[in-house]
Nanobody, 117 residues
């Protein structure tokens, strides 16, 4: 059974930083694509950052230069370092993994990030 568990969300002031972490079980992150999506109120879920099994990284244009995604193969975790946060970054952030051998997507339960003064 695949489980993705996020941690690290919270309330931060504009310009501040947060680090999200996602721990996986039942799936090996280094063999599959993993990353982060987010969903703001009234909007569709959107890609934030992903890492493929080969290590290729993709960022949404809105977070380039501010967010950094990283994978720790030994711990089987994927982190999202978020700097220079803006109010428009407020959303529920979801950990994502695509198990290539099954062609199936998995999601964490989500963690709230609120950027407000």
């Amino acid at each position: 059974q695949v489980q993705l568990v996020e941690s690290g969300g919270g309330l931060v002031q504009p310009g501040g930083s947060l680090r999200l972490s996602c721990a996986g079980s039942g799936i090996i992150f280094s063999f599959n694509a993993v990353g982060w999506y987010r969903q703001a109120p009234g909007k569709e879920r959107e890609l934030v950052a992903t890492i493929t099994s080969g290590g290729s990284i993709r960022y949404a244009d809105s977070v380039k230069g501010r967010f950094t995604v990283s994978r720790d193969n030994a711990k089987n975790t994927v982190d999202l370092q978020m700097n220079s946060l803006k109010p428009e970054d407020t959303a529920v952030y979801y950990c994502y993994a695509n198990m290539r051998i099954l062609g199936r997507d998995y999601w964490g339960q989500g963690t709230q990030v609120t950027v407000s003064a």
